[in-house]
């Protein structure tokens, strides 16, 4: 029989808050809490923006350290990486989803067939540990919620550092990975200031359409983030079929981290301005 643990994907607490617990008093069927950490494994921490680079390799060891110890179910870390990255990419797709049904009715969103299955599978593939109370799966949780927190400090690519360093590596066959610290700067060199080359596509967009300018002259007098807001949802939609975005070309994608560096160089909502991965 499988657990009922496993069949949502309602949002985890902030990692700090270890203790499972259900509204129902049974045995959690939330990844909300995470189970409390093994000896030798940090929870889950902030740092400061200047602490970047420590930050993130510390992220990226304590989540390595998690997902290693799931490797004992008999999963090879490319299994064991590629299983948590399906259900981080479940969990963080069903957050928004939460948060609306939650706003509107004060109850969770019931899960997909698609998700159900997966987090089933998953807690068939990683079951209780021997002689303990928490499922194997319950590292993945931890590890999802040091991963949550590594958002506070800024950009960092704590997935394709775990990816390189742990999940797909091949150093027997000769294949390395461009370290992140020089896919940063060769995209800094190449792309420039993308900032202000999105601006000018716009600029010119907004040109082209008399609704647009009209919406822009109407938001004149805001300001800050009122004003980035009023842009976006007001201005661009105007302008958006004139637009011709700035494209970024990698002729040779191994673990995309040109890809992910270059998106770093640009506004986080001039990455999403086409709602395309290979435009911004």
């Not at 259900?87 to 899960?111: C, N, R, S, Y």
């Not at 089933?120 to 999802?144: C, I, M, N, S």
């Not at 390189?164 to 091949?170: A, E, I, T, Y």
Request: hydrophobic share 40%; glycine share 6%; with cysteine.
């Amino acid at each position: 029989m499988t657990s009922k643990r496993a069949a949502s994907t309602r949002p985890a607490r902030p990692a700090k808050q270890r203790k499972p617990t259900t509204s129902s008093g049974a045995e959690s069927a939330s990844t909300r809490p995470a189970a409390k950490p093994e000896p030798g494994i940090s929870p889950a921490r902030s740092a400061a923006p200047e602490d970047t680079q420590g930050f993130e390799a510390r992220t990226v060891k304590t989540i390595i350290r998690l997902l290693e110890r799931c490797t004992v179910v008999g999963r090879r870390p490319a299994e064991v990486f590629t299983d948590w990255i399906e259900l981080v990419h479940a969990l963080l797709d069903m957050e928004p989803k939460h948060e609306q049904a939650l706003a509107e009715t004060g109850t969770f969103a019931p899960d997909p067939p698609e998700v159900v299955a997966l987090l089933v599978r998953l807690r068939q593939t990683y079951p209780y540990r021997e002689g303990a109370k928490e499922h194997y799966l319950d590292y993945f949780l931890q590890a999802f919620a040091e991963l949550r927190m590594s958002t506070t400090v800024g950009f960092v690519d704590i997935v394709g550092t775990i990816y390189m360093q742990w999940g797909w590596p091949n150093a027997t066959l000769g294949q390395f990975f461009t370290p992140t610290s020089l896919t940063s700067l060769i995209t800094r060199l190449t792309i420039g200031d993308g900032r202000s080359q999105v601006h000018a596509q716009l600029q010119a967009a907004i040109a082209q359409s008399p609704a647009a300018q009209a919406a822009l002259l109407a938001g004149s007098t805001l300001e800050g983030e009122v004003a980035l807001a009023w842009l976006i949802a007001r201005v661009i939609p105007h302008a958006i079929e004139h637009y011709e975005p700035v494209t970024v070309y990698d002729p040779c994608v191994g673990s995309a981290a040109f890809l992910v560096s270059a998106s770093e160089q640009f506004d986080p909502w001039m990455n999403q301005l086409l709602h395309q991965p290979n435009r911004v």
